[in-house]
């Protein structure tokens, strides 16, 4: 225990912070289209045409039965391919794990998001989706002025909170040798062999920063319920 | 997609490559089964102790749930894999003298029984806390000592309250044994990258696996649904059916 060495962090510091920066970057893209993708889902599910319903449903389930890992390594090696057959090209374009990490998180954090904001719209009364279209408003002015804008704020926070889960999950792509934060901490530790000290500053580093995100949550969550 | 790839013989081992996937899905399933054993007792205790009226031990408890809830799943995996042998020279010792699957294994179930164990003490202490206060105070007008009140009221009826978000516990760490590739544990997603890395058959391989996972989320599912109806609780929404 004596051979510990934490100034390595130090010197290391810009390259973490590198890595930290994509982590939030992907998390904060992630989660907007996550949520923009996950209404349209939840709108689909409770549509009342039935293939709609049917296939906004088997994507959500199939999405959520699967590991979050599986889904990347689908999107790794099956994106180029997608992507080939889309644009016509000759040969499949090279995205790389970086980018095609941003359109992964999208898709799959979707899934997720669909199944909080299909109980915010269902959290809102009948009466009201009612009401817009007495006054003629049609179903995507009813949604947009009147059904979203309160699901968005009675599931905030469990938006965010998801959102929370979503910035741990990232993680995952330094499996793909990505250079996020636990990315450029696992080179850093396997070049220097300072493994302990790497993964205990990482630790310690989301300990914090999700602990006062969650609290932040908690406390806009006690004065969102006041109001209603 | 062919599907005779699955029947071709593994480069160098013994058997095919659907004998792989196979031996890949036991390591899943035996790791995800101990972790749930050893995250339901750790997670019940913890939740217990949350709802107890000593104050430092509702404390231990909530710090607890924290620990384990903002720390990312394979930055766990790390820390028990690499930073606990190399932190305490007693656990590196024993670590040295193992198989080195077995200490895989080990590291995996210890990891996601702790991680999951931080999840089920938030429900059973939601559970407890959404029990009528009358419960607790019927038990102990009755003569019931804490503890007592505990394993014969309490708990009996909040196990059963809870079911329902036990069962995305379930399904979460199957899926979460997938993580343990990080540390290079055999299990199934390890094998199916494995069998993709090797026979450029990343679609065949991938779409097994999926098929599997979802398989076994689906059993997952029915089974909770199935303990569900067994224990529904009398005069409850759920147990009205």
Redesign the interface.
Known sequence: ?GDLDFEVIGRVLPYLAAGLQYTIQLTLVAAAGGVVFGTLLAMARLSAWRPLALAAAGYVN?MR??????VI??FY??MPVLLQSLTGAERPPQIGAERSAYITFILFEAAYFCEIMRAGIQSIAKGQAGAGYALGLNYWQVMRLIVLPQALRNMLPVLLTQAIILF??V??V??LNVTDF?GAA?KV?QRDSR??EM??F??VV??VL??SL?AAVKQLQRRIAIVR | MNLDIFLQQVPDGDGAWWQMLASGLQWTLLVALCAWIMAFVLGSLVGVARTTETRWLTRCGNAYV??F????????F??WY??VP??F?AVKVWVTTLDPTHHQVVTAIVCLGFFTSARIAEQVRSGIQSLARGQRNAAYAVGLTPLQAYRHVLLPMAYRLIIPPLTSEV?NLI?????A??IGLTEL?FR??EM?EMTFR??EA?AA??LV??VI??TANRLMAWIERRVAVPGYIGGSR
């Open positions: 225990m199939l039965s699967i590991p979050l890992l599986l390594f689908w090696f099956l741990q999950d993680s995952l330094s499996l636990v696992v530790a493994v302990v993964y205990l990482v630790a989301y300990f999700c602990y969650s | 924290e620990l809830r903002n720390i990312p799943l394979i930055v766990q790390f820390l690499f930073v190399g932190l020279p399904m899926k979460n044994t997938a993580v590739y990080s997603f199916t990258r993709g990343y679609f991938f696996a999926t996972y979802v989320a689906l």
